[in-house]
């Protein structure tokens, strides 16, 4: 029998029964209406925020009292603060306003996230214990605290994403740690080290490679592995070895973009035409956590095992990986591409850490660069049209969803529970699949989630609240309204695929097939659907940013004006996970 944690139980149970009754915090669509087929999928990956943090900002009831509503509209459930149990404050912790996004968070490793979540508690973002640097002491500095949240004016161009498209009230990180098992999973549905036949691929990757040398192709002295009871038992060099055997860390697995037969012959997925997928990965430097594909052997090395010695990254696979060029327009390819007609069917992009949201420092004093780039990407592709003078139109002709979400929650505090902490024995748990995927390392804090495309009403949110009487809701949200990683991942699938298509080989599952947005009403649904409401293609509307898209383009050659010459930086610059 299955050893199961007692807030699995009591977690499931409420789930189950939340999703059988008449929801009186959450308002409720007519209707579930089927997605329309999109041309392209972009995926922006921002850095290291929960809705709390980055979104709370100025309420829009006045002065609420600590962990009251603090939502920018009354439909949203952003809060103003929770407990905390080691800062010496009593009852909770109000979020602090910072004026800028280099400020705040905390550790965020996978030890910080079990602190963090304490049991189910929510009261241990400031625990010495497991998070060491979030300096959450009586006399604390502002600066690096997890209660805080940043003043509206720098990330307006966000909320004027959320005002004029869609915001999910409740997306979660699917993994329980930092940025790159995030960023696997948000890849290829999983950290899992090893093919799903073999031995240990019911444990997780966990936490981050080192930061500057990952990959299959570079040194990094092996990951931590969560085994399926949560707890960090591994730190083996070579996943498919005993400890000592290699330095390397290298995946063999599908990913949403690949996969391999029974030989170990790798080849791009097929869409429901019968044609290769096309994409591209947007990363910033080679050999960095956040360039999820070099992990990977199928994408790295085009093939199932790595050669010999661990070679560079290289073959046709890997050229799907971008990197910022050294001449003029080449800093963000991303908007260079999208400029010239060459956006690819799905994508991937990461930020830069002039742009990225991480806190940290910022080059030349710069503030807001994250908001201003997202903005420009969406704009970018919702006036291709006029920008390439009608060679293509990503918004009518060629309809594009954008999907804009934060890949861990940095160390911040959020009030909101995961829905579902699976914990089980060694060898077997039970999840709300019915399945043994996941535990161990599922599910994570709140994450914030943007969605942008023409089928997006105006103001659209996911799983909003009634009225801000109804704050705090009841916890968990109904399922239909909880969003993963794997919600994206699904969504794309069944945009681009034939039917049934999963990442990882049958009969086993990732997080694409392990999400819990699949039904409603009592039918079989495509998650994230009610973002894609709108019937016809709305006119779009364009989001004011300070910097716009030459600024970005050109940031590293020549230097922006009255600056000196920058050079690509990955996305976290201080190294605190």
């Keep these: 029998m299955s050893k199961i944690h007692s807030r699995t139980i009591v977690l499931s149970t409420l789930f189950l029964a939340l999703a059988a009754s008449v929801q009186t915090g959450w308002a409720q669509p007519q209707t579930y209406t089927p997605p329309p087929h999109f041309s392209h999928i972009i995926v922006i990956v921002q850095e290291n925020r929960t809705p709390d943090t980055l979104f709370g900002g100025a309420p829009v009831v006045a002065s609420p009292a600590c962990g009251g509503f603090n939502g920018f509209k009354l439909s949203v459930d952003l809060a103003n603060g929770g407990p905390n149990n080691w800062s010496g404050h009593t009852g909770c912790s109000p979020l602090t306003q910072v004026t800028e996004l280099k400020s705040g968070g905390g550790t965020h490793s996978n030890e910080s996230w079990q602190g963090q979540w304490d049991n189910g508690l929510m009261d241990g973002a400031c625990n010495p214990a497991t998070d060491p640097g979030s300096k959450c002491g009586q006399t604390m500095g502002i600066p690096n605290k997890p209660y805080t949240y940043v003043v509206q004016s720098v990330v307006q161009p966000y909320l004027d994403i959320a005002n004029n498209y869609g915001w999910a009230n409740y997306m979660f990180q699917t993994n329980e740690g930092p ?35 990952s990959g299959c192709d570079q040194s990094n002295g092996g990951l931590n592995w969560v085994d399926p009871t949560g707890n960090p038992t591994f730190n083996y060099p070579d996943p498919n070895t005993l400890p000592g055997a290699s330095p390397y860390e290298c995946y ?8 391999q037969d029974a030989s170990g012959n790798v080849t ?19 050999g960095h956590i956040w360039d999820a594909p070099e992990s990977v052997t199928q994408t790295c090395y085009s093939q199932a095992q790595p050669p010999a010695g661990n070679p560079a990254c290289s073959g046709a696979e890997y050229t799907h990986v971008i990197f910022p060029g050294s001449g003029d327009g080449e800093s963000a390819p991303i908007l260079t591409d999208i400029a010239n007609c060459n956006l690819q069917k799905i994508t991937w992009v990461t930020p830069d850490g002039a742009w990225s949201d991480h806190p940290g420092s910022l080059p030349n004093g710069y503030t807001g660069l994250g908001p ?15 920008n390439s003078a009608g060679a293509c139109d990503y918004w009518n002709a060629q309809p594009t969803a954008i999907f804009v979400v934060w890949d861990d929650w940095g160390g911040f505090y959020d009030h909101v529970p995961p829905p579902l902490v699976a914990r089980g024995s060694l060898t077997s748990c039970v999840t709300p699949n019915g399945n043994d995927w996941g535990c161990g390392y ?26 801000a009487s109804h704050f705090p809701p009841p916890y968990p949200p109904p399922p239909q309204w909880t969003h993963d990683f794997g919600s994206i991942l699904n969504f794309i699938e069944q945009n681009f695929y034939p039917a049934g298509t999963q990442i990882a080989p049958a009969p086993y599952t990732y997080a694409d097939a392990n999400t819990f947005d699949t039904q409603f009403s009592g039918q079989t649904v495509v998650p994230l659907w009610e973002f894609f409401n709108n019937g016809s293609i709305r006119t779009f509307t364009p989001i004011s940013a300070p910097y716009n898209a030459m600024f970005f383009e050109n940031f590293y050659n020549p230097p922006p004006p009255g600056g000196v010459r920058q050079t690509p930086q990955d996305p976290d610059d201080d190294d605190d996970d």
């Design 372 to 386: 201003s780039w997202v903005a420009d990407i969406i704009n970018a592709v919702g006036q291709s049209s006029v």
């Design 268 to 286: 791009d997925r097929l869409d429901k035409n019968t044609h290769a997928i096309t994409w591209r990965y947007y990363a910033q430097l080679p």
């Design 442 to 467: 599922t599910y994570g804090f709140r994450v914030p989630l943007l969605v942008v495309s023409p089928y997006t009403k105006v103001g659209t949110v996911s799983g909003p609240l009634t009225a």
């Design 252 to 259: 063999d697995r599908n990913t949403l973009v690949t996969v």
């Design 179 to 213: 940025s790159y098992p995030a960023h696997q999973f948000l890849f290829g549905g999983t950290s899992a080290p090893v093919w799903p036949a073999d031995t240990y691929a019911n444990y997780f990757v966990a936490d981050n490679a080192k930061f500057h040398s």
